[in-house]
T-cell receptor, first 114, second 110 residues
Framework: EAQVTQNPRYLITVTGKKLTVTCSQN?????MSWYRQDPGLGLRQIYY???????DKGDVPEGYKVSRKEKRNFPLILESPSPNQTSLYFC?????????????FGPGTRLTVL | RKEVEQDPGPFNVPEGATVAFNCTYS??????FFWYRQDCRKEPKLLMS???SGNEDGRFTAQLNRASQYISLLIRDSKLSDSATYLC???????????FGTGTRLQVFP
């Protein structure tokens, strides 16, 4: 089944404790992206990657890191989480070279930073 | 001004009703437009792309008005299962980046 998976789905942590949210897709997509979704603000892009070893900042990259060592994986790293990073996070992948901009989303990770 | 603006709703409609949502976008050079659907606590999923000539998919009709920079979604014969948040999405010109509206919530009641 074609899908995007994220882990963990739910996480409660404390300020300053490094964490990683994994994202994996099995559709051989070149494009992958991380978003956060907050009430009243919609989905905002954190980072994106056009291909392996190519990553770029989105609209709200501060406090986050990403890596793209393999095509299928795009982990999101919070080196020192803070309460304002409490949010719902979605990973997405797509294939712009196919001529459409449809993105497929993972199920989301709900993060709470105390 | 937000890049993509939507009325947050909620729109509360009875089953069988026709309901329409509008969305405006700020960058006249945007090229691609979409409606995504998001169920409560779930991920967004593509509902339909929006083409210049307008397009229909079953009970759903999408329209684009470039001159006025708005996109619409019409749902006919609403079903209970249509209850969700509908996200208007526009691509940033010359990129593959998607700009999401904050969504319009629809609640269909029996």
């Amino acid at each position: 089944e074609a899908q995007v998976t994220q882990n963990p789905r739910y996480l409660i942590t404390v300020t300053g404790k490094k964490l990683t949210v994994t994202c994996s897709q099995n559709m051989n997509h070149e494009y992958m992206s991380w978003y956060r979704q907050d009430p009243g603000l919609g989905l905002r892009q954190i980072y994106y990657s056009m291909n392996v070893e190519v990553t770029d900042k989105g609209d709200v990259p501060e406090g986050y890191k990403v890596s793209r060592k393999e095509k299928r994986n795009f982990p999101l790293i919070l080196e020192s989480p803070s309460p304002n990073q409490t949010s719902l996070y979605f990973c997405a992948s797509g294939d712009p070279s196919a001529g459409n901009n449809e993105q497929f989303f993972g199920p989301g990770t709900r993060l709470t930073v105390l | 001004r937000k890049e993509v603006e939507q009325d947050p709703g909620p729109f509360n409609v009875p089953e069988g009703a026709t309901v329409a949502f509008n969305c405006t976008y700020s960058n006249s050079a945007s090229q691609s437009f979409f409606w995504y659907r998001q169920d409560c606590r779930k991920e967004p999923k593509l509902l339909m792309s929006v083409y210049s000539s307008g397009n229909e998919d079953g009970r759903f009709t999408a329209q684009l008005n470039r001159a006025s920079q708005y996109i619409s979604l019409l749902i006919r014969d609403s079903k209970l299962s249509d209850s969700a948040t509908y996200l208007c999405v526009v691509t940033k010109p010359n990129t593959d980046k998607l700009i999401f509206g904050t969504g319009t919530r629809l609640q269909v009641f029996p």
